[in-house]
């Protein structure tokens, strides 16, 4: 007869991802997770038949938590929602944000950061008020945009500020918004 689980897979995936939002995504390993468990690795396998299989779908699940908070409709500007989402997000998800963002790491960080950027420029594409501007005007705004928001939501993360409401994260982004669309304009003219 088969042993009986220690445990079931949601218990390991739950310890993982406290490990992930702990550690950033390099602190999984079978090692880490037994010992967080209190257990040894091999009952994790029978879960997970390596640990990339985990690693890749914890990512994908911080993905798509991420997208839910850049996704959410909180005005009516695409471009404003994005960014609101990054910050709050940063806000809400501190320890998720800087195991993504923050966190030095071997390797496969400037990936997952990349995936996470490209996740927002995909959705800043979606914004119709940009489609008759040039490729490389929007580029360019796209990385000032990016370059902000994720400098402000680091701000937030790292707890810059003891208490931000969404109102001022807000006021924040359309002031810099707006500086930032002028000083391209003004580039562009040139």
């Known amino acids: 007869m088969p042993k009986k689980p220690i445990f079931t897979k949601e218990q390991v995936y739950n310890k993982a991802f406290e490990i992930f939002k702990s550690e950033g995504i390099e602190g999984i390993s079978a090692r880490n997770l037994a010992k967080a468990l209190e257990s040894s ?3 994790i396998y029978s879960f997970y038949n390596s640990m990339d299989i985990l690693k890749h779908e914890l990512l994908e699940n911080a993905k798509q938590l991420f997208l839910e908070y850049v996704k959410k409709e909180r005005t009516d500007l695409i471009f ?6 990054i910050c709050i997000f940063a806000r809400e998800e501190k320890e998720l944000f800087r195991a993504i963002f923050l966190k030095e790491s071997l390797g496969k960080r400037n990936e997952v950061i ?7 420029k995909e959705e800043m594409l979606k914004d119709g008020r940009f489609d008759h501007l040039d490729e490389e005007f929007k580029i360019e705004l796209y990385l000032d945009c990016w370059m902000y928001a994720h400098g402000f939501a680091t701000l937030i993360a790292t ?3 003891d208490e931000i409401s969404d109102e001022f994260i807000k006021t924040r982004l359309m002031e810099s918004a707006a500086t930032m669309l002028y000083q391209r304009l003004e580039n562009y003219k040139k």
């Open 159 to 161: 707890n810059y500020f």
């Open 41 to 43: 690795p091999a009952p």
């Open 114 to 120: 990349r995936e996470f950027r490209d996740l927002i």
């Open 80 to 85: 404003l929602n994005i960014g609101m989402g």
